[in-house]
């Protein structure tokens, strides 16, 4: 189902006035998350063809992607994640740049080889029975396509869980790892490619000709 959403201009500035705290806050602990963005896109190197991020979260990647003068759909299973992104791409006039849709990504409703290029960021901690959104990302990429992916090392998911406790919440964590990740991927053949910043692991994976 697409996302059109609807919302006020104090809604947008109330919107950016907590996301700009919630980044400040997170920096003061050593985590960039806007430079931890563009650190993945540059690595991802030149995106041509079609767009697809996995999971919108917060908006973090979506607004990286669409300053950098993308046009891409983008998907989370989530009405309060989309609208946190559709609210930050608001704030920047950016909004038109992005397809916003309710979708889970364990089933996409998109057909065989519809992206060229398929961004996960952040997500996998979060999700129970991982390979499903996997098998789907590799179903959706085409040939020579591909899939960037990123999620917390060791040292970011201290930082994250620690975040939350002193926020009182407990941060959701099924323990997906960088290696499963790549094992997954190399087992159907892609070729990958692997980086590291000081919070996260990020692997771009390159589908070949089957």
Partial sequence: M???PKFTKEEIAENHKYFTERMALYKSLGQDFTGSREFILDKAGALKGSILEVGSGS??????????GYNFASIDND???LKKTALNLAYENLLPKVELRLMDGKSLSFKNGSFDNIFAINMFHHIDGVDDIL???????????????????????????AMHKK????????????????SYFSDLGYEINKHEDDYHWVIIAKKKNR
């Avoid at 908006?59 to 950098?68: C, D, E, I, S, V």
């Avoid at 085409?142 to 998911?157: A, C, L, P, V, Y």
């Fill in 79 to 81: 009405m309060e994640s």
């Fill in 135 to 161: 098998s789907e990302m590799d179903r959706v990429l085409r040939q020579s396509g591909k899939i960037i992916t990123s999620d917390f090392n060791r040292q970011g998911m201290d930082m994250i869980d």
């Fill in 59 to 68: 908006g973090y990647m979506a607004l990286t992607l669409a300053k950098a």
């Fill in 2 to 4: 697409r996302y059109d």
């Fill in 167 to 182: 926020e009182g919440r407990v941060h959701t964590n099924f323990g997906v790892t960088e290696g499963h990740v790549y």
